[in-house]
């Protein structure tokens, strides 16, 4: 038998298989073997734990406070830790704008915004945009023209026309398109939307 031959009947290097190890243990060396380049091939516990960081804001008049991943969305926390659920998931891209609030008067997609950045803002959602029994003018606006299908847009769009008109109190026509056009209605309803938001126009005070 030639030498190449019976070097690959050689025993491997005792360092894999040394004699007495059972099967579970070898396995276990083949696997230390095989990452020697120290490329973990799971997640450690503690690489994929987050620590939870300490939040207060102002939400609707009112200061809460969370304990949370920095970086989790504002939608989650406002739906799941406040119950605030007025404001709904979309798409989670930001392209929709069914999630809609106000930070600081201004609208923003909570599904795009980290909870950190809201972090000693003051926030309204669509439930503290009515004052008591009062509706907000944007939404008298709103229920005026029927200017909703489904529904579920709604908030969102509502938030978004509060944000144009805190920004711009007498928007023009090419204002409030350039603006509402990131809004999706699913319904196709805009035509009702674009009479309610000219009707809410000039009426409007600053949230």
Known sequence: MHARSLACLTPMPAILFPKGDDDATLVTRLATAAASNRTAAWPTPNRTRRMHSKFTFTVNGQSRTVWSDAQRPLLDVLREDLRLTGTKYGCGEGQCRACTVLINGKAVASCL?????????TIVTIEGLASGDKLHPVQE???AEGAFQCGY???????GTVGLLNEVPHPSEEEIVSRMQRYLC??????SLLKAIRRAVGQTPPR
């Open 153 to 159: 847009c709604t908030p969102g769009m509502i938030m």
């Open 113 to 121: 915004t980290p909870v950190a950045e809201a972090d000693k803002q």
């Open 186 to 191: 699913r319904c196709c309803h805009y035509p």
């Open 141 to 143: 606006a709103f229920l």
